[in-house]
């Protein structure tokens, strides 16, 4: 994985108009940004989810709770899945926006992987890693 950003694809030659080459490096870096920002929280939202699976399993290491029998013992466990299970989310979520990174850099991002055609902006602010148009989303 690149998880950098590319060039702006222009030669710099003198004469050369490239409004639309700096049109796109300028998408690319304002989708890198939303991007990395993204990222960030997501690794912060990891990070105490992580904590908090620790947490729990210290806090039940000392208290000699049985799961099956024992009413707290079920909230624990419940706690300890829920936990982990945003964990997983969060770690599909990076792993996603680390992948869009990639396309950003590679000037492949909000490009439809099925079609070609552009993604619309809305589903890259709910969705941004999104790989497919709304079309062939499913």
């Known amino acids: 994985m690149v998880h950098h950003q590319g060039g702006s694809g222009g030669t710099g030659e003198p004469g ?4 639309t080459a700096a049109g796109e490096t300028d998408a690319r870096d304002g989708a890198g940004a939303r991007l990395r920002a993204r990222l960030a929280e997501v690794e912060a939202r990891l990070t105490a989810q992580r904590r908090a699976v620790a947490g729990i399993v210290e806090s039940a290491r000392d208290a000699n709770v049985d799961d099956e029998h024992d ?26 926006l680390l992948a869009a990174l990639d396309r950003v850099a590679e000037g492949t991002y909000g490009v439809c992987e099925v079609c ?13 890693g999104a790989t497919r148009c709304v079309e062939h989303a499913t």
């Open 71 to 96: 009413p707290e013992g079920a909230t624990l466990a419940w706690e300890r899945q829920q936990a982990a299970a945003l964990a997983t989310e969060a770690e599909r979520e990076r792993d996603q």
């Open 116 to 128: 070609g055609r552009p993604i619309p902006a809305a589903r890259l602010e709910a969705r941004p």
């Open 16 to 19: 050369e108009t490239e409004t």
